[in-house]
C-alpha cells in the first residue's frame, strides 16, 4: 500500500493509503475516536468507528497520547468542511512509539514563555508551522528572485576584522587571548569585493547585533539578505528593493495560502504591495509628516520605532524614507554632489508598525572621499586597507540594500513579534533551547 503525505491526500480520494506521522490531538467516544493526524506536510482528521474495525483495533486508537508517533491505514474521503479537503476514514493503527511522559503541550492558552521554553517541540504545532512554511517560501523567493535577475550568490564571512554598521552593538570574539574579532553585523563590505568581481551578487546568511534592547523588532542573531550590484545608482537600488519586497509578498499570497489562513492574516492588507509603487519620501518630508502627526523632530535625528510606526501606517504598502542626513548614517555612504550634508539612501518601512525592513544605499566610491570618512569616523584604517582597495582599483558607483529577513516575514505573516518567525531566537532574554 502506498505510504501518502498528507499534503497529496487530495489525489487520492477514495483510495486506501497509509500515513506516517504523530498524534496531535484526539477526541473519543465509546463508539467514535477522532484523531488529529500531522506528518509535517499538513495536518488531517482521521476517523475510526468501532463496529466498521476489529475491536482490538479500535480498543488500541482511541487511547493514543497525544504526540505518539503512529502509522495509519485509511480510506481518503473528500471532506469540503476540513481546510485539507479530506478526512480519513481508518481501518488500522499502529504505535511506533509512546511518549515516556506526558506531552506538556495541551492547552490552548498556554503562555508566550512557556512555549518559548518548549520551543523544540512548540515547533510540531499548528501555527509555527504555518509561519515556517511561509518563511521557507520566501527564503526560496529570495534566491529565485536573484537568480532570474543573473546575481550570483556570494557568502560574506561571519568572524570579522571589524564593525561595518557603528560600534555600540558589537559581538567581540576573543581569539585565544591574543587577538579579537567582531561576529558579523553585515556581509555588505564582502559583497561590495564580490560586486566588483561579479557584477551583481548578493550575500544571504545570519548576522549578529548585541542589542540590549527587549523590542518586538529585535534578534541578536537574525538573517539577512544583502545584494550588491556594479553601476548601480541609488534610483535604481530603490526600484529593485521595490520590485524585490512586492515580488516577496506575491510569491507567499499565491502559494501560501492556507498558512495564512491559519495565522487568519488579511491579506487585503498584503495585495497593495504586490503591485509596487512604492511612495519615495524624503527625509525633510518624513520629518514634516511626523510634525503634522504631533512628533516635532530636529532636523538629523535618527527616527525611532514610534516615529516609524506612524510613517508606515501612513501609507498601504511600504514606503522608501531617502535622502537622510550624512551625519545619521553610515560612514560609507555616498554624498549628493550638489548638497554633501545628505547621502543617497533609503529605509523602506513597513506598514502595519513593523519598523524598517530594508536599509541601503549607494556607496562611496571615490579613493580620498571614503579615507577622509574613515579617519572622521575613527574607524581603524589598517583594518578597512583591503576596502580601500576596492576604490583602487577599478572603482564604479555601485548600491546595494539589506533585508531583515525576520522584519520582513513578522510583517507579512501578521505576526506581532520576531521571536516567532525564526525556529530558535537569540535575545538578550532567551537563549534556551
Ligand atoms: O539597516 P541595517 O543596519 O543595514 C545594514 O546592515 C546595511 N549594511 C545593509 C546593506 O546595505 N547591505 O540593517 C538592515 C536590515 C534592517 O532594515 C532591519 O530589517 C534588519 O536588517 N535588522 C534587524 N532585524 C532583526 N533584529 C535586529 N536586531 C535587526 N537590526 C537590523
Ligand atoms: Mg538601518
Redesign the pocket.
Known amino acids: 500500500m502506498q505510504n501518502v503525505s498528507i499534503s497529496k491526500l487530495n489525489k487520492h480520494i477514495d483510495q486506501e493509503v497509509s500515513i506516517s506521522g504523530w498524534l496531535t490531538r484526539i477526541r473519543s467516544s465509546g463508539k467514535i475516536a477522532f484523531l488529529q493526524i500531522r506528518d509535517g506536510s499538513g495536518f488531517v482528521q482521521g476517523v475510526i468507528v468501532k463496529n466498521e474495525v476489529p475491536e482490538e483495533v479500535f480498543a488500541k486508537a482511541r487511547h493514543i497520547a497525544q504526540e505518539s508517533s503512529i502509522k495509519v491505514v485509511g480510506v481518503v474521503r473528500k471532506d469540503e468542511r476540513s481546510p485539507s479537503g479530506v478526512e480519513l476514514g481508518l481501518k488500522n493503527v499502529e504505535i511506533i512509539s509512546k511518549p515516556v511522559s506526558e506531552y506538556p503541550i495541551t492547552k490552548r492558552d498556554h503562555g508566550t514563555d512557556f512555549l518559548m521554553e518548549n520551543r523544540h517541540i512548540y515547533l510540531r504545532h499548528q501555527r509555527p508551522w504555518a509561519i515556517m512554511r511561509i518563511r521557507d517560501e520566501m527564503i526560496r523567493a529570495v534566491h529565485d528572485f536573484f537568480h532570474e535577475r543573473d546575481f550570483i550568490r556570494f557568502d560574506a564571512p561571519f568572524f570579522m576584522p571589524t564593525a ?2 557603528g560600534t555600540s ?1 558589537l559581538f567581540e570574539i576573543d581569539l585565544f587571548g591574543e587577538d579579537s574579532a567582531y561576529l558579523s ?4 563590505l564582502y ?1 561590495e569585493a564580490g560586486a566588483l568581481a561579479f557584477a551583481k551578487v548578493y550575500t544571504f546568511g545570519p ?1 549578529f ?1 548585541a ?1 540590549k534592547s527587549k523590542t518586538r ?4 542573531e ?1 538573517w ?1 539578505v ?3 550590484v556594479a553601476f548601480l545608482e541609488h534610483l535604481g537600488n530603490m526600484q529593485l528593493q521595490e520590485d524585490f519586497m512586492a515580488y516577496l509578498v506575491k510569491r507567499v499570497l499565491n502559494n501560501r495560502q492556507r498558512e495564512l489562513d491559519i495565522l487568519e492574516r488579511d491579506v487585503a492588507l498584503l495585495e497593495p504591495t504586490a503591485a509596487g509603487k512604492f511612495t519615495r519620501l524624503s527625509y525633510d518630508d518624513a520629518l514634516k509628516l511626523l510634525a503634522k502627526k504631533g512628533e516635532d523632530l530636529p532636523w538629523g535625528e535618527d527616527f525611532g520605532a514610534p516615529h516609524e510606526t506612524i510613517i508606515g501606517n501612513s501609507f498601504d504598502r511600504p514606503v522608501f524614507i531617502e535622502s537622510w542626513p550624512t551625519k545619521t548614517k ?1 560612514f560609507y555612504m555616498q554624498p549628493y554632489d550638489d548638497d554633501p550634508t545628505r547621502v543617497k539612501c533609503d ?2 518601512i513597513g506598514p502595519e508598525g513593523y ?7 549607494e556607496r562611496i566610491h571615490d579613493y580620498d572621499l571614503l579615507k577622509e570618512r574613515i579617519k572622521e569616523h575613527n574607524l581603524p584604517s589598517e583594518a578597512f586597507d583591503w576596502y580601500i582597495d576596492l576604490r583602487k582599483f577599478g572603482t564604479v558607483p555601485h548600491s ?9 516575514i513578522a510583517w507579512i505573516t501578521g505576526v506581532s513579534h ?1 521571536r516567532e518567525v525564526i525556529p530558535f531566537p537569540r535575545m538578550l532574554t532567551r537563549m534556551y533551547p
Do not use: C
Open positions: 561595518v554598521e552593538n553585523q553585515s556581509g555588505q559583497a548576522t547585533r542589542e523588532r529585535h534578534l541578536l537574525f539577512m544583502e545584494p550588491e553610515a529605509d523602506l519598523g524598517e525592513l530594508i536599509g541601503g544605499s546595494g540594500f539589506g533585508l531583515g529577513l525576520e522584519r520582513s520576531l
